[in-house]
């Protein structure tokens, strides 16, 4: 129902939010019962309508799908200032100068939920490219290995990419070094 809910919203910047909810959804549902869930034999290519038949292969699916979703509006959510949802967000002391946006917002929840899953794959990037650990310039042109395309490490890599790419040109220098200690 959630989802539905999602899928009716108009308003771009609330349909983004609500993604990430319903990613986050899945991702407790999945967590909750992981050890179960990651007994069942995978599945591909069908999705029972049940989720208690879902094998990990289908929860990580369907959750990196609707967190990817969650940005999918880049610009405007770059624009979209957090105190819109202060009804819905705990935000810290720090995170106007950290995470002035929703979109700074949905990318480190994207991280974190990836971060979180990593039961749900069994595809894992080895992260032996000195090039992760250049400056923020070498780190946002860096060309990922297509092997591990779907793996949480590539999604994670992309996803700061994203955000140092967006806070180097921002001029707000102090998000891009919150970013850049994160990441390292």
């Known amino acids: 129902e959630f989802e539905e809910f999602t899928n009716n919203e108009t308003a771009i910047d609330k349909k983004a939010l609500l993604y990430s909810m ?6 407790r ?8 869930i990651n007994k069942r034999t995978q599945v591909a290519g069908n999705v029972p309508d049940d989720l208690k038949e879902w094998t990990k292969n289908i929860y990580f699916d369907k959750i990196t ?3 990817r979703a969650s940005l999918q509006s ?3 959510l770059q624009n979209t200032d957090l105190t819109e949802f202060e009804a819905l ?4 002391e720090d995170s106007q100068i950290f995470q002035p946006t929703l979109y700074d917002f949905l990318a480190y929840r994207r991280i974190n939920l990836l971060q979180e899953l990593s039961q749900a794959t069994d595809l894992k990037n080895p992260l032996n490219d000195a090039q992760l650990f250049g400056n923020a310039a070498e780190f ?4 990922q290995d297509s092997t591990y395309n779907n793996s949480i490490e590539n999604q994670t890599i992309e996803t700061y990419q994203q955000l140092i790419n967006f ?3 921002s001029p707000n220098q102090q998000a891009l070094i919150h970013t850049e200690l994160k990441r390292l």
């Open 65 to 67: 799908k609707l967190l």
């Open 22 to 27: 319903t990613a986050e959804l899945y991702a």
């Open 29 to 36: 549902y999945y967590l909750h019962d992981v050890w179960t």
């Open 89 to 92: 967000i705990e935000r810290g």
């Open 74 to 76: 880049a610009t405007i």
């Open 167 to 169: 806070h180097l040109k």
């Open 140 to 143: 946002a042109s860096f060309k």
